[in-house]
């Protein structure tokens, strides 16, 4: 239960938030208030919550009376829970989705949740444009992986109506970068905001603004899907082997680590 001398305890105060946060948010949202939480939908929240920072520290440290659980029609969903450092406001985090096997989240990076205020306008937009658009990147890395563990041959990814697939590869700068096959497809990269590199050929994508770059990949995998082309999102390559010696790091102090990964 939450401190009543950091913060009062008000179930109505996070319901209201989150009813009125669901109806700003992009798409369609529904808002499911557990007040209190049974212990089934705590476990179920506890293990899904796709973060290893602020929300994976407060459900540790302070198993929530109530949450709220925002549901959008495909599936993505993320909780709502008070804050506990005395300061006004949410926390919020992504739940994993539950339709992926559990080898598919190895090595994806967590979408990690953030901290709102009282505003649920400006937290839409805060949600829409951080963690709805780093959790959309880390969900379609996963379906790559577990597109990867069904077939580890890698022939079958791509449908036989498909002929051609185009991969998306992540720059460590965090642009996209690619290379289509064909004038078509290029085009489709170009009018989703790629340019072009006259010098090597390859179409990127800024990653500089994510929520822009989310929304352009999705639109442009629509239309490449529309002409039977596939797309896949693909790691930057290792870096190659040096040959340099260099000191050997003194190790760090091991640090306890908080919240769980997948």
């Keep these: 239960m939450p401190d009543p001398d950091l913060h009062p305890f008000d179930p109505g105060r996070l319901a209201s938030f989150a009813d009125v946060l669901a109806g700003e948010l992009p798409g369609t949202w529904r808002s499911i ?32 009376g109530h949450l709220a659980v925002l549901t959008r029609e495909d599936g993505a969903q993320l909780v709502l829970l008070d804050r506990h450092d005395g300061r ?17 989240f190895r090595g994806i990076r967590e979408p990690n949740g953030i901290a709102l205020g009282d505003d649920p306008f400006l937290a839409a937009e805060m949600i829409t444009g951080d963690l709805l658009a780093r959790y959309e990147a880390a969900v379609a890395q996963v379906r790559v992986n ?59 994508l800024s990653g500089d603004d994510t929520a822009v770059q989310a929304r352009a ?13 596939a797309t896949a999102l693909a ?28």
């Design 217 to 229: 990949v999705r639109r442009a995998g629509s239309e490449l899907a529309a002409r039977g082309i």
């Design 33 to 64: 208030h557990h007040f209190p939480p049974t212990a089934e939908a705590l476990a179920a929240v506890a293990d899904r919550t796709w973060d290893l920072d602020l929300v994976a520290e407060s459900l540790a440290t302070h198993p929530p």
């Design 88 to 104: 006004d406001g949410f926390l919020t985090a992504a739940l994993a989705p539950e339709d992926l096997p559990a080898e598919a």
């Design 146 to 204: 577990a597109a990867r563990l069904a077939d580890p041959s890698g022939t079958e990814l791509v449908h036989p109506s498909q002929p051609e697939r185009l991969v998306l590869t992540w720059q460590s700068d965090g642009d996209l970068a690619a290379s289509p096959a064909t004038e078509a497809a290029a085009a489709i990269l170009l009018a989703n905001g790629f340019t072009h590199d006259e010098r090597t050929g390859v179409y990127r």
């Design 235 to 262: 790691p930057p390559a290792a870096p190659p082997a040096t040959t340099v010696s260099t000191p050997t790091p003194r190790p760090a102090k091991a640090r306890a680590a908080t919240g769980r990964s997948r």
